[in-house]
């Protein structure tokens, strides 16, 4: 005897929506992963380029600067993380739509990094030529020494200015279904 079982259209709906989360998931991953391997490929490419055209000075300087620039990304004091979390879980509740609790939440945390970031680029504009970086790094060549407070306070600007733009990450991220 044969049993029938009826046909949940429901349940074909759930699995298809599953497999297509899945597939979702697969494909943002495999992205990622893409985008972390091309990072990795260029700067080991980068610093091959790097070592032959710069002295031995200059290419310590430079991995010291790259190493402040990889550092500022912690300047957002885990902002962006826990914006990423609260916007996600906020569009979780709204059912995937926009509404202006989620507007107005990530906006506050943007000013507050603005903030943050106008108030180091006002330290470094102010104090930046007082620090002794050729000392502090240990820059022997005259060149290099003369241009480092210029160098240091660009690289500073740039890391501050960056804090806000960071934030934007989080959204795309929130937003993925």
Same mark, same amino acid.
């Given at each position: ?16 929506? !599953?497999?297509?989360? %899945? %597939? ?6 495999? +992205? ?7 990072? =990795?490929?260029?700067?080991? =490419? ?12 200059? @290419? ?8 402040? $620039? ?12 826990? !914006?990423?979390?609260? !916007?996600? +879980?906020? =569009? ?13 939440? @990530?906006?506050?945390? @943007?000013? !507050? ?5 106008? $108030?180091?680029? $006002?330290?470094? &504009? ?36 960056? =804090? ?6 989080? &959204? ?6």
């Amino acid at each position: 005897m044969l049993i029938s079982i009826p046909a949940n259209r429901n349940l074909r709906l759930n699995i298809k929506s !599953l497999f297509h989360r %899945h %597939h979702t998931i697969a494909i943002g991953f495999l +992205a990622s992963g893409f985008a972390r391997a091309v990072f =990795v490929v260029s700067m080991f =490419v980068t610093t091959g380029i790097a070592t032959r055209f710069f002295t031995r000075e200059e @290419f310590g300087l430079w991995a010291i600067l790259l190493s402040f $620039i990889y550092l500022g990304f912690a300047f957002d004091l885990g902002f962006r993380s826990a !914006l990423t979390n609260r !916007l996600a +879980a906020m =569009v979780a509740d709204s059912a995937g739509h926009s509404n202006n609790i989620q507007r107005d939440f @990530f906006l506050s945390i @943007f000013y !507050l990094q603005i903030v943050i970031g106008f $108030i180091g680029v $006002i330290f470094f &504009v102010a104090f930046g030529n007082v620090i002794p970086w050729a000392n502090l790094l240990k820059v022997q060549e005259p060149e290099i020494a003369g241009n480092i407070n210029r160098l240091m306070n660009a690289v500073f600007f740039i890391l501050f200015i960056n =804090v806000p733009l960071l934030a934007s990450s989080s &959204v795309f991220t929130a937003f993925q279904e």
